[in-house]
């Protein structure tokens, strides 16, 4: 008899458990780890996440507990899914407890503050493994429809391949359709650049400034993600595909994105602060934006569209200042 796929998932979020029921429905045995008692009652019990997903059952074949020993025990993938910059500390406290062959899988879009290191850069270093033991899921994933089943496709990327298509077929079901990458840098960057633009395109949304400025935000976007991505080794048509245009798009159009809301608070007239309080979940993009604006320093890449979401967000600069120094940039030829 075949031994089924175990996965421990850390982050009992919308993103984490969502994609936990992606595993099960795919018929892995799941584990969610949660911090919260509470919480993790509640979703063995009612079989629920009432604070993040209410009101969506959760599969038989996904259970949780707040012991990282138990939902490690024997986990054939370890899928990380907490917010980005607490993921060093975090997985420092549960390295010491991998099994030794785990594949882990990070679903965390964000560049980490003061290294400017992708998440499977801080991964590979904290847990002391290869980069062939890293994956990245990532794509148009908003996690309340890929909870209600919709349709929906992914990028599973590692830099071997064999370990992609191993992940590849643990989460494949009928209604998330996940594809291979090798490309971890470029799907890393998609990722989290995105964040960024969504807040940009939000802001722009919040200060009424019409479709065409959207358009111009996202397709001006994509080139400042690319033009980065270049820089670090990429292949530029990881870009054109799920994880950067399709996730770019995915976030900057629907209101279920928590980057794209922020910014639209923020261009609305509220404050940073007053934005914050109102927004239950991590909105990625707004501590990344400081960290991906460092990392394109560090490459001398310029990122006009980053530089000024760090302005508003970071800076206090009003969005009418900001918008008005963005648009009054030497003009340049299209491709550059």
């Known amino acids: 008899?075949?031994?089924?796929?175990?996965?421990?998932?850390?982050?009992?979020?919308?993103?984490?458990?969502?994609?936990?029921?992606?595993?099960?429905?795919?018929?892995?045995?799941?584990?969610?780890?949660?911090?919260?008692?509470?919480?993790?009652?509640?979703v063995n019990t009612t079989r629920t996440n009432p604070d993040y997903l209410p009101g969506i059952e959760l599969p038989q074949k996904l259970r949780a507990t707040t012991d990282p020993a138990e939902a490690l025990h024997?986990?054939?993938?370890?899928?990380?899914?907490?917010?980005?910059?607490?993921l060093r500390g975090n997985l420092a406290a549960w390295a010491p407890k991998?099994?030794?062959?785990?594949?882990?899988?990070?679903?965390?879009?964000?560049?980490?503050?003061?290294?400017?290191?992708?998440?499977s850069e801080v991964v590979e270093e904290v847990a002391h493994v290869p980069a062939d033991r890293v994956a990245v899921v990532t794509g148009p994933n908003l996690a309340k429809e890929i909870a209600q089943r919709r349709p929906a496709a992914a990028v599973v990327?590692?830099?071997?391949?064999?370990?992609?298509q191993r992940l590849q077929a643990a989460c494949h079901t009928p209604y998330f359709r996940p594809y291979t990458n090798?490309?971890?840098?470029?799907?890393?960057?998609?990722?989290?650049?995105?964040?960024?633009?969504?807040?940009?395109?939000?802001?722009?949304d919040g200060m009424g400034l019409g479709d065409n400025?959207?358009?111009?935000?996202?397709?001006?976007?994509?080139a400042e993600t690319t033009r980065l991505g270049l820089a670090m080794g990429a292949d530029p048509l990881t870009f054109s595909g799920l994880a950067g245009l399709g996730d770019l798009v995915a976030t900057c159009s629907s209101p279920l994105s928590r980057n794209h809301t922020f910014g639209t608070n923020l261009g609305r007239g509220m404050t940073l602060q007053e934005t914050i309080a109102v927004t239950r979940q991590t909105a990625e993009g707004v501590?990344?934006?400081?960290?991906?604006?460092?990392?394109?320093?560090?490459?001398?890449?310029?990122?006009?569209?980053?530089?000024?979401?760090?302005?508003?967000?970071?800076?206090?600069?009003?969005?009418?200042?900001?918008?008005?120094?963005?648009?009054?940039?030497?003009?340049?030829?299209?491709?550059?």
């Open 98 to 119: 991998l099994p030794a062959d785990t594949v882990l899988v990070s679903l965390m879009k964000g560049v980490e503050l003061g290294t400017a290191k992708r998440m």
């Open 287 to 336: 501590k990344s934006c400081e960290s991906v604006l460092d990392l394109a320093r560090r490459h001398g890449v310029d990122m006009p569209i980053t530089e000024t979401v760090v302005g508003i967000v970071h800076e206090g600069k009003p969005p009418v200042v900001a918008l008005k120094e963005l648009m009054s940039r030497a003009a340049k030829p299209e491709r550059r």
């Open 213 to 222: 400025a959207k358009g111009s935000l996202i397709t001006r976007g994509l």
């Open 182 to 204: 090798t490309d971890v840098v470029g799907c890393e960057l998609g990722g989290a650049v995105k964040n960024v633009i969504g807040l940009a395109v939000g802001i722009a």
């Open 157 to 164: 990327a590692c830099r071997d391949e064999a370990v992609a």
């Open 1 to 42: 008899m075949t031994k089924p796929v175990k996965a421990a998932v850390f982050g009992t979020g919308s993103w984490g458990t969502a994609f936990g029921m992606v595993l099960a429905d795919a018929g892995c045995e799941v584990t969610l780890w949660g911090r919260r008692a509470n919480l993790v009652d509640a």
């Open 74 to 86: 024997e986990a054939d993938f370890t899928v990380l899914a907490v917010p980005s910059q607490t």
